[in-house]
């Protein structure tokens, strides 16, 4: 979709110089590079299947269906262990492979979860279906029953997979296949993406059940941001992952990111009405329209799938924004505006609403502007604000979550000079207000203090720090690239995608517990990622900006050692 030239001209005032930026996406690559871990472990295990060849020529032996079987000796130690599982034919010499990609990865200290497990973990996860990425360096997430490793959402327990749709923004194929491989499935994929960060985008090279389409942003200042799976089944049923996650090692390793899961959605009767199938919240019309907004042919296979299927058992809200300059009623369709609509119709509050502090969570941070009416309290506070009583009552607190300079000297990631964080060092010094807004990311109480925290969250909490109205779980940070700004319309520049829990339409209550309640309700804890009570930052602390990676030599106050 194109803008209108007015919106053209004032979108380059939105360049928030977020991660959503072509800057960041360099500083991105670029840390990557200069990490000791950050490479794909794909790229290892290429070279290690060449190296370890001789060691696993009896495994090689049972791949009898390899379409290279004529010269095996010659051609099976130069590919790589995802070619390798791409080739073979049978059910056995997939799960040789398998066994070699465990075997080769846990030499990278990667512990691989029990497969054939997954569907009893998700059952429990009820009624939120929410998880965070587990942490390899912290092993106190490990047997947490809400923790997730990539491979566990494509587990056979939930069924097999015979095409899946990837949207996301940075990728790497290698590392993505790697996770398929793992899980002992064997499919058609589509992605697409923003970035490439693997070694084949620069060898144009990609196995031949990918397709791959990078997205085409109508300006420079936007971003495909998006993170959205879409898993076809066997029975062609579907499933859809909403994440916060990138496609690639770092992000899944040793970084705080959500997940929201959805049940197995089946196929309708061929007697179905077009409405049929509808979730509650209208989850498949607006994924629908969402798809729609590409305008892209080969997503047609996908819009098809999600409308043959049923939504009914999905109690949660889809939020997504489009780019674009979006005028009356359609401006309620995408980013805060879309939030707000629903806000509005089921959010419910106590006579005390004020008293709820809004809190946002996010890992990069915009251009807000010079002073905090300027946008945040002008569209964001307003939207966050909305609830189903009506009248006029003053603004909540504002209380943002992002992690100072001492948060990431006492990371994982810093260890590695990488980082998932961005704001630039120039934004901030003409913005420093908000540094008064400003909280220490905290989550001791799940073990991911060090785990930098990637995701994006948005939520209000009662004052005894023991209740919450509804919960945002999204790819979008706090930017205006990310939500929009409204003037005459609502002007967007990202993709993004994200859902929306509402206690009504979960629990039939009006707020969800986020912690153990005395009286015994049967209502379950909603798991939110950072701790209680907010920690404000005390003085001298500053915000992590790009560019301020020190020598990890010089941190003697680490906690994460």
């Given at each position: ?6 919106a053209q001209?004032?979108?380059?005032v939105?360049a928030?110089e977020?991660?959503d ?13 200069t990490?000791e871990t950050g490479s794909?472990?794909?790229n290892e295990?290429?070279?290690?299947s060449i190296e370890?060849s ?14 290279s079987r004529?010269n095996?000796?010659d051609?099976i130690p130069?590919?790589s262990?995802v070619?390798?599982h791409?080739?073979?034919?049978s059910?056995?010499?997939?799960e040789?492979?398998?066994k ?6 846990t030499?990278?200290?990667?512990s691989?979860?029990?497969p ?5 973990k998700?059952?429990?996860?009820a ?5 965070y990425?587990?942490?390899e ?9 809400l923790?997730?490793?990539?491979p ?7 069924g097999?997979?015979?095409?899946s749709?990837?949207?996301n923004?940075m990728?790497d194929?290698g ?7 793992l899980a002992?499935q064997?499919t058609?994929m589509?992605?697409l ?7 084949l985008a620069t ?14 942003m109508?300006t420079?200042f936007g ?5 959205i799976?879409?898993?076809?089944y066997k ?8 994440s ?7 992000d899944?390793?040793?970084r705080?990111?959500?997940l929201?899961?959805?049940p197995?959605?089946p196929l309708?009767?061929e007697?179905a009405?077009?409405?049929?199938g509808?979730?509650p919240?209208?989850f498949k ?8 907004k590409?305008g892209?042919?080969?997503?047609t296979?996908?819009i098809r799938?999600?409308?043959?299927a049923?939504f009914?058992d999905?109690?949660?809200f889809?939020v ?6 979006h005028?009356y009623?359609?401006a309620n ?7 707000a ?16 502090p809004i809190i ?8 807000f502007g010079p002073k905090?009416n300027?946008?945040?309290?002008k ?6 604000s909305q609830?189903?009583t009506k009248?006029?009552k003053?603004?909540?607190n504002?209380q943002?979550?992002?992690?100072s300079?001492q ?6 990631d810093?260890?590695?000079?990488i980082?998932p964080?961005?704001y630039s ?6 913005q ?6 400003l ?13 930098m925290?990637?995701i994006?969250s948005?939520t209000r909490?009662s004052?005894d720090l023991k209740r919450i109205p509804w919960?945002v779980l999204?790819?979008?940070n706090?930017s205006?690239?990310?939500w929009?700004v409204q ?5 967007i ?8 829990f509402?206690?009504k ?5 009006t707020t969800?517990?986020i ?6 309700s049967t209502?379950?804890v909603?798991?939110i990622?950072y ?14 900006v790009?560019?301020c990676?020190l020598?990890?030599q010089?941190s ?6």
């Amino acid at each position: 979709m194109q803008m209108d030239m007015e919106a053209q001209a004032f979108s380059r005032v939105l360049a928030d110089e977020d991660c959503d930026s072509s800057e960041s996406i360099k500083a991105k690559k670029e840390s990557q590079e200069t990490s000791e871990t950050g490479s794909s472990v794909t790229n290892e295990m290429e070279q290690m299947s060449i190296e370890s060849s001789d060691q696993t020529q009896d495994s090689q032996q049972n791949i009898s269906d390899s379409s290279s079987r004529n010269n095996e000796q010659d051609v099976i130690p130069l590919m790589s262990i995802v070619d390798m599982h791409q080739t073979c034919n049978s059910e056995e010499s997939r799960e040789e492979v398998r066994k070699m990609a465990i075997q080769i990865t846990t030499q990278f200290g990667i512990s691989i979860a029990e497969p054939g497990e997954f569907a009893k973990k998700y059952a429990l996860s009820a009624p939120y279906h929410l998880f965070y990425t587990r942490v390899e360096n912290s092993k106190e997430t490990y047997n947490q029953q809400l923790s997730i490793t990539f491979p566990e959402i494509l587990d056979r327990s939930l069924g097999e997979i015979v095409n899946s749709l990837h949207l996301n923004f940075m990728v790497d194929v290698g590392w993505l296949c790697l996770q398929y491989l793992l899980a002992g499935q064997c499919t058609d994929m589509m992605i697409l993406y923003g970035d490439r960060v693997d070694h084949l985008a620069t060898l144009e090279r990609v196995p031949s059940n990918i397709t791959m389409i990078e997205v085409d942003m109508p300006t420079d200042f936007g971003c495909h941001h998006t993170k959205i799976m879409i898993l076809q089944y066997k029975d062609n049923g579907i499933r859809v992952v909403v994440s916060t996650a990138n496609l690639y090692l770092d992000d899944w390793e040793n970084r705080t990111e959500g997940l929201w899961i959805s049940p197995h959605l089946p196929l309708l009767p061929e007697s179905a009405r077009p409405n049929d199938g509808e979730s509650p919240t209208g989850f498949k019309k607006d994924l629908v329209r969402y798809l729609n907004k590409y305008g892209y042919p080969a997503l047609t296979q996908w819009i098809r799938a999600v409308q043959r299927a049923d939504f009914s058992d999905v109690n949660v809200f889809l939020v997504a924004s489009v780019p674009g300059s979006h005028k009356y009623k359609e401006a309620n369709l995408w980013g805060f505006r879309k939030l707000a609509h629903v806000l509005s119709r089921h959010a419910t509050l106590p006579p005390d609403a004020p008293e709820w502090p809004i809190i946002a969570q996010s890992s990069s941070v915009g251009n807000f502007g010079p002073k905090f009416n300027s946008w945040l309290l002008k569209d964001i506070i307003r939207c966050m604000s909305q609830e189903t009583t009506k009248g006029l009552k003053s603004h909540p607190n504002f209380q943002f979550i992002y992690p100072s300079i001492q948060n990431y000297k006492q990371s994982f990631d810093y260890q590695y000079l990488i980082s998932p964080l961005c704001y630039s060092a120039e934004v901030h010094s003409k913005q420093q207000w908000i540094v008064s807004y400003l909280y220490q990311w905290k989550a001791k109480r799940t073990g991911r203090d060090c785990a930098m925290p990637h995701i994006k969250s948005y939520t209000r909490i009662s004052p005894d720090l023991k209740r919450i109205p509804w919960f945002v779980l999204t790819s979008a940070n706090l930017s205006k690239s990310a939500w929009g700004v409204q003037r005459s319309n609502l002007d967007i520049n990202n993709y993004e995608a994200g859902v929306v829990f509402i206690p009504k339409l979960i629990t039939g209550t009006t707020t969800f517990p986020i912690e153990d309640e005395e009286d015994d309700s049967t209502v379950p804890v909603f798991p939110i990622p950072y701790d209680l009570p907010l920690c404000r930052y005390e003085a001298g602390d500053s915000p992590y900006v790009n560019g301020c990676h020190l020598d990890p030599q010089e941190s003697t106050s680490s906690s994460c050692e």
